[in-house]
């Protein structure tokens, strides 16, 4: 596999997750009735759009195709937060299951960064984003444990 492949393949997989949270940010701005709630989650959005555009650019800049398309376990985590908060507490639902993609796309961030075989450009790309991702993953896990003790 050579460098453009290498970074190609690092960065897609980030991107798919991240296009994953967007997509259900999206959806769980609308859900909830909280109107703080669903700011947040629009904000949070766009930070996933601007992480999925900037990993898509540096795919492009390394020669490769950006990923177009979220996971496959990024569409049942998202229909299992639909089940959630359908039958429970809407906001608490959402927030446990947006928290839970916070998880899955810091664990992917810190896996790329630890494999050796990760590029340096894609590993540049990573640790300036880097940042962003703990900063969302944070907030999601602060308003989850908040939900949770004053319920």
């Known amino acids: 596999m050579n460098n453009q492949t290498k970074i190609a393949h690092s960065l897609n997989d980030l991107i798919e997750i991240a296009r994953d949270g967007k997509g259900f940010y999206d959806e769980a701005a609308q859900k909830v009735k909280d109107a703080e709630l669903s700011a947040l989650f ?25 990923a177009e398309h979220g996971t496959f376990v990024g569409s049942m985590q998202q229909f299992y937060g639909k089940v959630r908060a359908t039958l429970g507490d809407t906001q608490y639902g959402y927030v446990a299951e947006l ?11 810190n896996e790329t960064l630890a494999d050796a075989d990760t590029p340096a450009p894609a590993r540049a790309e990573v640790e300036r984003l880097l940042p962003q991702v703990r900063e969302c993953h944070k907030v999601m896990s602060v308003r989850k444990h908040a939900l949770k003790a004053a319920s």
């Open 42 to 66: 629009v904000r949070i959005a766009g930070v996933k759009a601007d992480i999925v555009d900037s990993l898509s650019s540096a795919v492009v800049a390394a020669g490769g195709k950006p």
């Open 99 to 109: 928290e839970e993609s916070e998880d899955r796309l810091l664990k992917a961030f």
